[in-house]
Nanobody, 125 residues
């Protein structure tokens, strides 16, 4: 079965950096687009960044453009999110998501078929 395991979250000061990882198993990773999402307390889960199955296409929500970089290593079945210039408003639990079908772009929560358990990110001011 599909398994997604996030890691790399933690506490960081504003302006700092973190690198999140999402290790995938149970499906042919290289044929699935992937995405990162986040959910702050009391708010809905929101799309952060997505990447195509080959890694050549990436897209971001406006609030993280220029600060976050999504990438993947298909040989390692792992996706990453490099987060720089972190702000207190980036504080949330971060989730990786995979669609239900191959070659399907992930750009909203409704496009996700499988979720990881999440990794918390706290940015202090």
């Amino acid at each position: 079965q599909v398994q997604l395991v996030e890691s790399g979250g933690g506490l960081v000061q504003a302006g700092g950096s973190l690198r999140l990882s999402c290790a995938a198993s149970g499906f042919t990773f290289s044929t699935y687009a992937m995405g990162w999402f986040r959910q702050a307390p009391g708010k809905e889960r929101e799309f952060v960044a997505g990447i195509s199955w080959g890694g050549s296409g990436t897209y971001y929500t406006d609030s993280v453009k220029g600060r976050f970089t999504i990438s993947r290593d298909n040989a390692k079945n792992t996706m990453y999110l490099q987060m720089n210039s972190l702000k207190p408003e980036d504080t949330a639990v971060y989730y990786c998501g995979a669609p239900s079908s191959r070659y399907t772009i992930v750009d909203a929560a409704r496009t996700v078929g499988s979720w990881g358990q999440g990794t918390p990110v706290t940015v202090s001011s």
